[in-house]
C-alpha cells in the first residue's frame, strides 16, 4: 500500500511563490503516477499537475500552465518518491487545501477524479490580497 503525505503549505501574498511537497512511499510506489489536485469548500476536487512514473512526462491544467511546475524524485532503493510543485505567481484564489495523487493506472494524466487514487491527506494553501 502506499502512503502520502504532503508539506510545504503555508501563508504567501499574492504575487509570491510557494513550493509543496508529497512524500510517496511504500512496496510498489515505483509503478505510479502523481499528481496534484485542489479543494475549495463547498467544490469539486479539481486536477492542478501530474507526472508520470518516470518523470518523464508532465500535464498542466490550463488554470496553473506556464505558473505551476511539477517534478519529481524517485529513490527506488529505498522506495521512496517526492513529488513537488513549484507555485509562482500566486493569486488569492488559489487559497485552498492541495492534495497529493498517486495511480497506477495512468488515469490521472487525463485530470480526472478516480475512486482508485491514494490521497495524501491535504495541506492549506493561503494567498493574500
Known amino acids: 500500500q502506499v502512503q502520502l503525505v504532503e508539506s510545504g503549505g503555508g501563508l504567501v501574498q499574492a504575487g509570491g511563490s510557494l513550493s509543496i511537497s508529497c512524500v510517496a512511499s511504500?512496496?510498489?510506489?515505483?509503478?505510479?503516477?502523481m499528481g496534484w489536485f485542489r479543494q475549495a469548500p463547498g467544490k469539486e476536487r479539481e486536477f492542478v499537475a501530474a507526472i508520470s512514473w518516470s518523470g518523464g512526462s508532465t500535464y498542466y491544467s490550463d488554470a496553473v500552465k506556464g505558473r505551476f511546475t511539477i517534478s519529481r524524485d524517485n529513490d527506488k532503493n529505498a522506495g521512496k518518491h517526492t513529488v513537488d510543485l513549484a507555485m509562482n505567481n500566486l493569486k488569492p484564489d488559489n487559497t485552498t487545501v492541495y492534495y497529493c495523487a498517486a495511480d497506477d493506472s495512468g488515469f490521472i494524466a487525463t485530470g480526472r477524479v478516480t475512486a482508485g487514487y491514494v490521497w495524501g491527506p491535504g495541506t492549506q494553501v493561503t494567498v493574500s490580497s
Open positions: 511504500g512496496r510498489t510506489v515505483n509503478n505510479y503516477a
